[in-house]
């Protein structure tokens, strides 16, 4: 539950709408929770004594109740909207913020497929367990205290009933609430499966089609695609059964009631409204077992999917700007001092094993090796994309774990050997490393790039 908490503190300003939403469903209960006594008097006082006007007085009444209940049931889904849809959206930005916070070995602890669902699958669980869930949270357990309470109210003998039926359910729900948590779980981890499959194949299309591996990348699919529908049917075969078992004990209590209420009436100890509204109470009070079993379920999902955004949420960035930081760089010399590295504790081989490199600031070098030569890991120690395992990293005469990270890294021009293109137009992309860079200067990095020619025969150019 903790990490519900953790969740629902991300509601902020949507705090007010969840708690008129859980006003307007206790308004909305009580006004339903009342036709049933109205009901028992219109039979047994307007139908027994033929009296006409008694009878339109108190159909009014239930038609207003009826109608309040209606009005007020519409208001609550519109504030119930607002606040889960800005719930999910603080959610997601609060992860894609953490995201953007990580270091490359930060990142190494998720698969990219997983982070996607964890954005979107996990945040659509949580959306959907407030949508749907949080009515029957509310509006169950205040049908459950109503309905028994004024059944007691009307008939306490009666009322006996419940003392039998309610706990059989709720053990049948609690074993079966049991059974289904864990699976929740590995239903979410196979749907982050399926979605590195999709992004694996979808990225490497044109290796796949040019060594003619489309068969094999679909039997993978269909692999892991069999893997997700059978952890599903499984899932839900157990989390289906609060149904029967909701309409058996149901069922048994009306028929006991029938049959009790049936004999009292036949003894003059009861009257037929009475009943009548009884048994409209019994239907409330199971229906309100019913929403609470299904809230449990919604529930349950959601713990798992609330833990998985936790992790993304706690996780601690491994690189950031000391207190202090210093801004500045004083030069572009570069010294490597008995660095070695290596991209986990736990790994036996270092990358980089005892790096003496001393670079003067305006010096041209040249970095040679086989691929897999750890060239491109040296280069990212400048920037601190990375924190050497062992000894410094020196730019301007500093270790670079000195500097502000945003100022180290705004000094360190990189040239990516995979060319990336985000959404957007060709100005904002030639311009993502810095705001504000001069028309002239986009044009002259185009023109040195030999791209001016086919940006400026697409219609509208740099734009």
């Given at each position: 539950m903790k990490d519900l908490q953790r969740i629902f503190a991300y509601l902020g300003p949507y705090r007010k709408d969840l708690a008129l939403g859980a006003f307007l469903v206790v308004v909305e209960s009580s006004f339903e929770m009342v036709i049933p006594v109205l009901m028992a008097g219109l039979i047994d006082t307007g139908v027994a004594n033929g009296d006409v006007a008694y009878i339109l007085h108190k159909g009014i009444q239930m038609g207003m109740c009826a109608l309040l209940a209606l009005l007020t049931g519409l208001l609550y889904a519109r504030f119930a909207a607002r606040a889960s849809y800005g719930l999910g959206a603080r959610i997601r930005e609060a992860e894609y913020a953490k995201v953007q916070q990580y270091a490359f070995s930060n990142l190494?602890?998720?698969?990219?497929?997983?982070?996607?669902?964890?954005?979107?699958?996990?945040?659509?669980?949580?959306?959907?367990a407030i949508n749907s869930g949080f009515r029957p949270v509310?509006?169950?357990?205040?049908?459950?205290?109503?309905?028994?309470?004024?059944?007691?109210?009307?008939?306490?003998?009666?009322?006996?009933?419940f003392f039998v039926c309610i706990p059989i359910l709720a053990v049948a729900l609690f074993f079966i609430?049991?059974?289904?948590?864990p699976m929740y779980a590995r239903l979410q981890a196979a749907v982050d499966h399926v979605n590195g499959v999709v992004r694996?194949?979808?990225?490497?299309?044109?290796?796949?089609?040019?060594?003619?591996?489309?068969?094999?990348?679909?039997?993978?699919?269909?692999?892991v695609n069999g893997e997700l529908m059978d952890t599903s049917r499984r899932t839900f075969r157990y989390a289906v059964l609060n149904l029967p078992a909701f309409q058996l004990v149901?069922?048994?209590?009306?028929?006991?009631?029938?049959?009790?209420?049936?004999?009292?009436?036949?003894?003059?100890?009861?009257?037929?409204?009475?009943?009548?509204?009884?048994?409209?109470?019994?239907?409330?009070?199971?229906?309100?077992?019913?929403?609470?079993s299904n809230v449990f379920l919604l529930l349950t999902r959601s713990l798992a999917s609330a833990r998985r955004i936790g992790e993304v949420l706690d996780e601690t960035p491994a690189l950031t700007s000391p207190p202090g930081a210093v801004k500045e760089i004083a030069d572009g010399s570069i010294d490597f001092c008995g660095v070695s590295f290596k991209y986990r504790p736990e790994a036996r081989e270092y990358a980089?094993?005892?790096?003496?490199?001393?670079?003067p600031a305006g010096q041209t070098v040249g970095i040679l090796g086989g691929t897999?030569?750890?060239?491109?890991?040296?280069?990212?120690?400048?920037?601190?994309l990375y924190d050497a395992s062992i000894g410094q990293v020196r730019v301007g005469g500093r270790d670079v774990r000195e500097y502000d990270l945003a100022a180290l890294r705004d000094a360190v021009g990189i040239v990516l050997q995979?060319?990336?293109?985000?959404?957007?137009?060709?100005?904002?992309?030639?311009?993502?490393?810095?705001?504000?860079?001069?028309?002239?200067?986009?044009?002259?990095?185009?023109?040195?790039?030999?791209?001016?020619?086919?940006?400026?025969?697409?219609?509208?150019g740099y734009d």
């Amino acid at each position: 539950m903790k990490d519900l908490q953790r969740i629902f503190a991300y509601l902020g300003p949507y705090r007010k709408d969840l708690a008129l939403g859980a006003f307007l469903v206790v308004v909305e209960s009580s006004f339903e929770m009342v036709i049933p006594v109205l009901m028992a008097g219109l039979i047994d006082t307007g139908v027994a004594n033929g009296d006409v006007a008694y009878i339109l007085h108190k159909g009014i009444q239930m038609g207003m109740c009826a109608l309040l209940a209606l009005l007020t049931g519409l208001l609550y889904a519109r504030f119930a909207a607002r606040a889960s849809y800005g719930l999910g959206a603080r959610i997601r930005e609060a992860e894609y913020a953490k995201v953007q916070q990580y270091a490359f070995s930060n990142l190494d602890h998720f698969e990219t497929s997983s982070l996607v669902t964890r954005l979107t699958t996990d945040v659509t669980v949580l959306q959907n367990a407030i949508n749907s869930g949080f009515r029957p949270v509310v509006r169950g357990p205040v049908m459950l205290v109503l309905g028994v309470g004024l059944s007691f109210w009307m008939n306490a003998r009666l009322s006996l009933v419940f003392f039998v039926c309610i706990p059989i359910l709720a053990v049948a729900l609690f074993f079966i609430m049991r059974k289904v948590a864990p699976m929740y779980a590995r239903l979410q981890a196979a749907v982050d499966h399926v979605n590195g499959v999709v992004r694996e194949g979808l990225v490497a299309i044109r290796a796949v089609k040019a060594f003619v591996r489309g068969e094999y990348e679909a039997e993978k699919f269909s692999r892991v695609n069999g893997e997700l529908m059978d952890t599903s049917r499984r899932t839900f075969r157990y989390a289906v059964l609060n149904l029967p078992a909701f309409q058996l004990v149901m069922y048994t209590s009306t028929v006991l009631l029938l049959w009790f209420g049936g004999n009292m009436i036949l003894r003059g100890q009861l009257q037929v409204g009475e009943l009548t509204g009884f048994l409209s109470y019994v239907m409330q009070v199971m229906n309100s077992l019913m929403m609470i079993s299904n809230v449990f379920l919604l529930l349950t999902r959601s713990l798992a999917s609330a833990r998985r955004i936790g992790e993304v949420l706690d996780e601690t960035p491994a690189l950031t700007s000391p207190p202090g930081a210093v801004k500045e760089i004083a030069d572009g010399s570069i010294d490597f001092c008995g660095v070695s590295f290596k991209y986990r504790p736990e790994a036996r081989e270092y990358a980089l094993s005892d790096i003496e490199l001393h670079i003067p600031a305006g010096q041209t070098v040249g970095i040679l090796g086989g691929t897999g030569a750890a060239k491109s890991t040296l280069v990212q120690l400048i920037p601190r994309l990375y924190d050497a395992s062992i000894g410094q990293v020196r730019v301007g005469g500093r270790d670079v774990r000195e500097y502000d990270l945003a100022a180290l890294r705004d000094a360190v021009g990189i040239v990516l050997q995979k060319n990336v293109l985000f959404s957007g137009t060709v100005r904002e992309n030639l311009t993502f490393g810095s705001d504000g860079i001069p028309d002239e200067q986009v044009r002259r990095a185009a023109q040195v790039a030999q791209a001016e020619g086919f940006i400026l025969e697409r219609e509208g150019g740099y734009d």
